[in-house]
């Protein structure tokens, strides 16, 4: 460690190297979305929306994924082989920076094009609601005339009547696609009323979704893994003695996080909760304002289709429709799964999770593109009635090429010691001021709101960690010159000065 310069003393004799190796920390760049794999028509779509948004297209392709999973829902399951299916709905999350773009990639989809389609679904749902209180009030009239013939028979000592019949079912529920409250009765009455499909549960913050799943139901951790793979599931209530029984327990989620809070969710006990999360964590693209409106009705159009793919009249428990992969596919997807094996052999923690579910992942999607591309073609096509070899290949290029790298990008920086992560930060921050400072203050690193450099004690910490590295010096106090008290300023290494980039 080189001794503490004056400011005035010529830095370049002074300093030595700085270590870079804190610039990576461990964190593998993203990898590039393969925007092909959407169909060429979706694939300007999400451009188009991504530009507008002023956003990387993966902010866009997530919650795309996760809303065409929803609308597909329990109508289509893919299917491998007679003993292994899969229901298609799918846990994209994006990971970001606040201000990165995860909100507005995700507006276009959430707030403009699934509220008209979820007004679709309920077009003809006033009819049913006073179809089904006519026939209630009709058989209120039923019941007081058999009650009163009952009355009748009693003083005649006959035999009563039986009782007519109660056929009407329960009270019809308006149709739900989207849901914000993630209370597990309220998911569960939906699930078993208005959304037999499944829903889509939208949460602008994952980790405030993941952390209190357990705040009122200590089973919610499991009910909310049992909404991944589409069991059966059962509710019980306190209040009521009834309970809530799901035929098919499935749920499509989207939401986005930041990089801190996800590392704080890493350090608890992998249940295979976080491994069925699709992450996306692009960098981040320049700030511009989009000057272009996104194909909100374009969109609505061919995902509106996928509305139209109902459950059919059978007991809803047992109506799923399976669609099978083409016979060339299958060896395919086995090589695939034969692959992901071998390298989950050699992984472990949260990555190694990842590397089972793979296989799952890469069937589930390839059902999802074979609808997307369905639904984005012209015409009156029927739907799909197998998964083609072609949407196999995609969708196992978008798990091998870009979700499970991302994977090794998500759980390679959780993973990090905190002072690594903190020091990365402020590393990285640090090469991006132009011109490059030659001293910085605590107190000001705190009001640039860096991630996970908010506190005090944090800047600190990551202070401390580029002093290790040879990036920071302590800097005498500029008022007095003497040995007096310190001020939190440190002196930054001029070397860094042939790290940074032009612009």
């Given at each position: 460690m080189a001794s503490q310069p004056e400011i005035d003393d010529d830095p370049i004799v002074l300093w030595p190297?700085?270590?870079?190796?804190?610039?990576?920390?461990d964190r593998r760049p993203p990898p590039k979305l393969p925007l092909e794999a959407f169909g060429s028509a979706w694939a300007e779509w999400i451009k188009q929306a991504a530009l507008a948004a002023a956003?990387?297209?993966?902010?866009?392709?997530?919650?795309?994924?996760?809303?065409?999973?929803?609308?597909?829902?329990?109508?289509?399951?893919?299917?491998?082989?007679?003993?292994?299916?899969?229901?298609?709905?799918?846990w994209p999350g994006g990971v970001g920076d606040s201000g990165n773009g995860k909100s507005p990639g995700a507006a276009c989809l959430i707030r403009s094009v699934l509220p008209e389609i979820e007004r679709r679904m309920a077009l003809d749902f006033p009819d049913k609601l006073r179809e089904w209180h006519m026939l209630a009030e009709l058989a209120k009239v039923k019941e007081e005339k058999w009650k009163s013939e009952v009355r009748d028979a009693e003083k005649k000592k006959a035999a009563p009547p039986p009782?007519?019949?109660?056929?009407?079912?329960?009270?019809?529920?308006?149709?739900?696609?989207?849901?914000?409250?993630?209370?597990?009765?309220?998911?569960?009455?939906?699930?078993?009323?208005?959304?037999?499909?499944?829903?889509?549960?939208?949460?602008?913050?994952?980790?405030?979704?993941?952390?209190?799943?357990?705040?009122y139901n200590t089973s919610g951790r499991s009910f909310w893994i049992e909404a991944y793979d589409g069991h059966p599931y059962r509710v019980e209530r306190q209040k009521h003695q009834q309970p809530i029984d799901v035929p098919r327990n499935v749920v499509a989620v989207y939401g986005g996080t930041q990089p801190d809070k996800l590392a704080r969710l890493m350090q608890e006990l992998d249940d295979g909760l976080m491994a069925r999360i699709l992450w996306l964590w692009p960098d981040p693209v320049d700030f511009y304002i989009g000057r272009q409106a996104p194909g909100v009705n374009w969109a609505v159009g061919a995902l509106d289709k996928l509305r139209e793919l109902d459950l059919s009249a059978v007991d809803v428990a047992l109506s799923k429709k399976?669609?099978?992969?083409?016979?060339?596919?299958?060896?395919?997807?086995?090589?695939?799964?034969?692959?992901?094996?071998?390298?989950?052999?050699?992984?472990?923690?949260?990555?190694?999770?990842?590397?089972?579910?793979?296989?799952?992942?890469?069937?589930?999607?390839?059902?999802?593109l074979e609808y997307l591309w369905w639904c984005a073609a012209d015409g009156m096509a029927p739907p799909p009635t197998q998964i083609s070899q072609a949407a196999t290949v995609a969708a196992i290029g978008l798990v091998g090429e870009y979700f499970m790298p991302m994977a090794e990008r998500v759980y390679g920086d959780?993973?990090?010691?905190?002072?690594?992560?903190?020091?990365?930060?402020?590393?990285?921050?640090?090469?991006s001021r132009r011109p490059l400072p030659a001293v910085i203050n605590a107190r000001e690193v705190r009001r640039h709101k860096?991630?996970?450099?908010?506190?005090?004690?944090?800047?600190?910490?990551?202070?401390?960690a580029l002093?290790?590295?040879?990036?920071?010096?302590?800097?005498?106090?500029?008022?007095?010159?003497g040995p007096g008290r310190q001020r939190a300023d440190f002196a930054v290494n001029p070397r860094l000065k042939g790290t940074q980039k032009d612009d």
């Amino acid at each position: 460690m080189a001794s503490q310069p004056e400011i005035d003393d010529d830095p370049i004799v002074l300093w030595p190297a700085p270590d870079l190796l804190i610039l990576q920390s461990d964190r593998r760049p993203p990898p590039k979305l393969p925007l092909e794999a959407f169909g060429s028509a979706w694939a300007e779509w999400i451009k188009q929306a991504a530009l507008a948004a002023a956003c990387p297209a993966d902010y866009v392709a997530g919650p795309l994924l996760a809303s065409t999973s929803a609308l597909i829902g329990n109508a289509r399951w893919a299917q491998a082989a007679p003993g292994w299916s899969e229901p298609p709905h799918l846990w994209p999350g994006g990971v970001g920076d606040s201000g990165n773009g995860k909100s507005p990639g995700a507006a276009c989809l959430i707030r403009s094009v699934l509220p008209e389609i979820e007004r679709r679904m309920a077009l003809d749902f006033p009819d049913k609601l006073r179809e089904w209180h006519m026939l209630a009030e009709l058989a209120k009239v039923k019941e007081e005339k058999w009650k009163s013939e009952v009355r009748d028979a009693e003083k005649k000592k006959a035999a009563p009547p039986p009782p007519p019949e109660r056929d009407i079912g329960p009270e019809p529920q308006q149709p739900r696609l989207r849901q914000h409250d993630v209370t597990i009765e309220k998911v569960a009455t939906l699930l078993a009323t208005a959304a037999p499909k499944g829903l889509l549960i939208v949460r602008n913050e994952l980790a405030g979704w993941i952390e209190g799943m357990n705040a009122y139901n200590t089973s919610g951790r499991s009910f909310w893994i049992e909404a991944y793979d589409g069991h059966p599931y059962r509710v019980e209530r306190q209040k009521h003695q009834q309970p809530i029984d799901v035929p098919r327990n499935v749920v499509a989620v989207y939401g986005g996080t930041q990089p801190d809070k996800l590392a704080r969710l890493m350090q608890e006990l992998d249940d295979g909760l976080m491994a069925r999360i699709l992450w996306l964590w692009p960098d981040p693209v320049d700030f511009y304002i989009g000057r272009q409106a996104p194909g909100v009705n374009w969109a609505v159009g061919a995902l509106d289709k996928l509305r139209e793919l109902d459950l059919s009249a059978v007991d809803v428990a047992l109506s799923k429709k399976m669609v099978p992969l083409e016979p060339s596919a299958v060896p395919i997807l086995e090589k695939f799964g034969g692959e992901m094996q071998l390298r989950q052999r050699w992984a472990s923690g949260l990555l190694r999770s990842a590397y089972g579910k793979a296989r799952g992942q890469a069937l589930r999607l390839s059902l999802v593109l074979e609808y997307l591309w369905w639904c984005a073609a012209d015409g009156m096509a029927p739907p799909p009635t197998q998964i083609s070899q072609a949407a196999t290949v995609a969708a196992i290029g978008l798990v091998g090429e870009y979700f499970m790298p991302m994977a090794e990008r998500v759980y390679g920086d959780a993973a990090l010691p905190e002072e690594e992560r903190l020091a990365a930060t402020l590393a990285r921050w640090l090469v991006s001021r132009r011109p490059l400072p030659a001293v910085i203050n605590a107190r000001e690193v705190r009001r640039h709101k860096l991630p996970g450099l908010r506190e005090a004690e944090k800047v600190m910490v990551a202070i401390k960690a580029l002093i290790d590295v040879d990036w920071l010096m302590p800097a005498p106090t500029r008022a007095g010159g003497g040995p007096g008290r310190q001020r939190a300023d440190f002196a930054v290494n001029p070397r860094l000065k042939g790290t940074q980039k032009d612009d």
